[in-house]
Nanobody, 126 residues
Framework: QVQLVESGGGLVQAGGSLRLSCAAS????????MGWFRQAPGKERELVTV????????NYADSVKGRFTISRDNAKNTVYLQMNSVKPEDTAVYYC???????????????????WGPGTQVTVSS
């Protein structure tokens, strides 16, 4: 089992930047593909981005392509989400998630993930 804890959320103005971190503990971090999902009030949880175990491969939702960047540091057991040019519609609770021994091509829905963090709130003001 792996434990995940997100940090870095907060209030940011539209057009600004924010960096989220997700620290993992427990099993071998490098065995897990990692992802960021988000859930806005009244909406379903949706995929933001995923990254492969090695960090070489990534996928992004169309809504964040060119603005958000996922990365990971396997030596620090941490995955990051750099959010640039944020918009009010990016406001949501952001969740870090892990999937063991999975290809990121299969990680398109929340059901595909094995472990979740408690989430961190991101609010973008207009």
């Amino acid at each position: 089992q792996v434990q995940l804890v997100e940090s870095g959320g907060g209030l940011v103005q539209a057009g600004g930047s924010l960096r989220l971190s997700c620290a993992a503990s427990g099993r071998t971090f490098s065995n897990y593909a990692m992802g960021w999902f988000r859930q806005a009030p009244g909406k379903e949880r949706e995929l933001v981005t995923v990254i492969s175990q090695s960090g070489i491969a990534t996928n992004y939702a169309d809504s964040v392509k060119g603005r958000f960047t996922i990365s990971r540091d396997n030596a620090k057991n941490t995955v990051y989400l750099q959010m640039n040019s944020v918009k009010p519609e990016d406001t949501a609770v952001y969740y870090c998630a892990a999937a063991r021994f999975r290809s990121i091509a299969t990680l398109t829905t929340p059901r595909a993930m094995d472990y979740w963090g408690p989430g961190t709130q991101v609010t973008v003001s207009s």
